[in-house]
């Protein structure tokens, strides 16, 4: 099955600062990948997106880069704030089976240091 | 703005009991999963039932058991609990079996084994 490798463990930048979390992925068939943020003690919500026919995609502060032959992707995160502190989950899934499911890295914490 | 519920908040039960966790979602969705997180905020897919029909078993103990009435709600039963069942049970839902939509999360039940 898919395994999602997560790579940083926990991040500290300094308000304003950038951020970048990095994720590899084993299967090729995965086609999607989405990022979760989960803030104390609350659940995971949905940030960002990238599919598989695009190698970047962007939504305000927040970019995702695919790199398919590398079996890699990444969340930036510019001009931080301390509201960006908390644990992101980067996700894959695979589309080739009529259904998909999400296999979740192991999450990076995230401290933006005012 | 909740639109997956889970009951109970917390549950703190004793080695050998049965628990029953409900999840609820309101946005009409055609699949739900149940995710176990565990201390280290390890992500694990249990389950994913669409309309009914359970599509993925990852392999988890026998002693697990998704119950669902309807496309809304999926219920997990735990029949007789162990120690290493103690961690959040995520509720998630989402549009299909396939495409790229986003997972929507509940608040999560934290199970505690003694």
């Known amino acids: 099955g898919e395994k999602v490798e997560q790579h940083e463990s926990t991040l500290s930048v300094r308000e304003g600062d950038s951020a970048v979390i990095n994720c590899t992925y084993t299967?090729?068939?995965?086609?999607?990948f989405p990022w979760y943020k989960q803030e104390a003690g609350k659940s995971l919500h949905f940030v960002i997106d990238i599919r598989s026919n695009v190698d970047r995609k962007q939504s305000q502060r927040l970019t995702v880069l695919l790199d398919k032959k590398a079996k890699r992707f990444s969340l930036h995160i510019t001009a931080t704030q301390p509201e960006d502190s908390a644990i992101y989950f980067c996700a894959a899934s695979p589309s080739n089976t009529g259904y998909q499911n999400f296999y979740f890295g192991k999450g990076t914490s995230l401290t933006v240091i005012p | 703005e909740t639109a997956v519920f889970q009951t109970p908040n917390y549950h703190v039960t004793q080695v050998g009991n049965e628990v029953s966790f409900n999840c609820k979602q309101t946005?009409?969705?055609?699949?739900m999963y149940w995710y176990k997180q565990d201390s280290k905020k390890l992500l694990k897919i249990m389950f994913s039932?669409?309309?009914?029909?359970?599509?993925v078993n990852e392999t988890v103990p026998r002693r697990f058991s998704p119950q669902s009435s309807d496309k809304a709600h999926l219920n997990l039963r735990i029949k007789s609990v162990e120690p290493e069942d103690s961690a959040v049970y995520l509720c998630?839902?989402?549009?299909?079996?396939?495409?790229?939509?986003?997972?929507?999360f509940g608040s999560g039940t934290r199970l505690t084994v003694l």
């Open positions: 946005l009409g969705h055609d699949t």
């Open positions: 299967d090729t068939a995965s086609s999607y």
């Open positions: 998630a839902s989402r549009v299909g079996t396939g495409g790229a939509e986003t997972l929507y």
């Open positions: 039932y669409n309309n009914k029909q359970l599509i």
